[in-house]
């Protein structure tokens, strides 16, 4: 809670409406999302999305920060379970963009059912997954959300030095 917490807080301060302070959050999350999406493997990835919209701003997609993946599944689903809610966060912020504005990133929200699917996948992996499992989810979730909050300090830094 307190690193998603964390994350909210420092995103907080991107205008979504402010076609520059939009083209910062777009970096900050790709950033993150780069690193993260190739190591998750989600089936719906949206980077290609967030590239789209970062394209559409005439923004050169910054570079991916590092990620030290863990080989467990455990840690896998971790990083899942932040990019999954990651979209449920999407469709409120997909509200806020300013008109005109490119939003295929935040729009691609779930689909009916799709969270409640994801939960129950992951509760599944979660049944088979052994001693450690767990341990291993939420560092991995906690990586996840390490990373967001360390791309929005590193676009902040970039645009406002």
Known sequence: MASHDRVDSLFAGFSL????????????????????????????????????????????????????????????????????????????????????LPSAYLSATHGKGDWLAFQRALDGAAAEGGEGWLNDAVQGALAAFALFAEGATAQKAVAHG
């Open 17 to 100: 409406d402010q076609p520059d302070d939009y083209a910062d959050f777009l970096s900050a999350h790709s950033r993150a999302l780069s690193a993260l999406e190739p190591v998750a493997r989600p089936d719906q990835a949206r980077m290609p999305l967030l590239a789209q919209d970062l394209a559409a701003l005439g923004v050169t997609q910054p570079q991916p920060l590092s990620l030290t993946a863990e080989p467990s599944d455990g840690y896998r689903w971790g990083l899942l379970y932040a990019l999954e809610g990651s979209r449920l966060g999407g469709a409120f912020l997909a509200r806020r963009v300013g008109a005109g």
